[in-house]
């Protein structure tokens, strides 16, 4: 099936059959958005979240609208497709102080970073119609 997580290594956020969240990461600092009246930033899931969005939407287009479906398999199956993010932490508070509680980022999936940062182009691939 791929990739997934060993049940068992980061207790508290493993999940049924060794899925884990987050799924993925993004760079989640100072998305320019809409809101039909002007332009304004959004940092954190409030912008990666649509971003991530945008590119499934893009490659459904690209496989001619026949959609990728549920993620979890595919994306866990192809690990390749995002830049693992092996350095740094979660354990950050909303002010930037250091938090007493999270995760560090390590080689693989991990609890801080997911699989990584995505590379459109090779999950372009990857989801090519077969």
């Known amino acids: 099936m791929g ?6 290594i980061f207790h508290g956020v493993l999940h049924g059959g060794g899925r884990g969240t987050p799924d993925v990461s993004g760079l ?3 998305f320019v958005i809409s809101n039909g009246y002007g332009l304004f930033n959004v940092s954190g899931t409030s912008g990666v979240a649509p971003f991530f969005a945008g ?3 893009r490659l459904n287009v690209l496989r001619g609208g026949k959609p990728l479906g549920f993620l979890n398999p595919w994306l866990y199956a192809n690990p390749g497709m995002f ?3 092996t350095v740094g932490t979660n354990a950050v508070g909303r ?3 250091v ?10 999936w991990d609890p801080a970073s997911g699989l990584g ?9 990857a989801s090519r119609v077969k």
């Not at 990739?3 to 068992?8: C, L, R, S």
């Not at 940062?117 to 691939?125: D, G, I, R, Y």
């Open 55 to 57: 590119l499934i939407t």
């Open 95 to 97: 002010d930037g102080t």
């Open 3 to 8: 990739a997934y997580p060993a049940t068992g």
């Open 99 to 108: 938090s007493l509680y999270g995760w560090n980022a390590s080689t693989g």
């Open 117 to 125: 940062t995505p590379l459109f182009h090779k999950m372009v691939n």
């Open 83 to 85: 830049t693992d993010v």
């Open 28 to 30: 989640g600092e100072n």
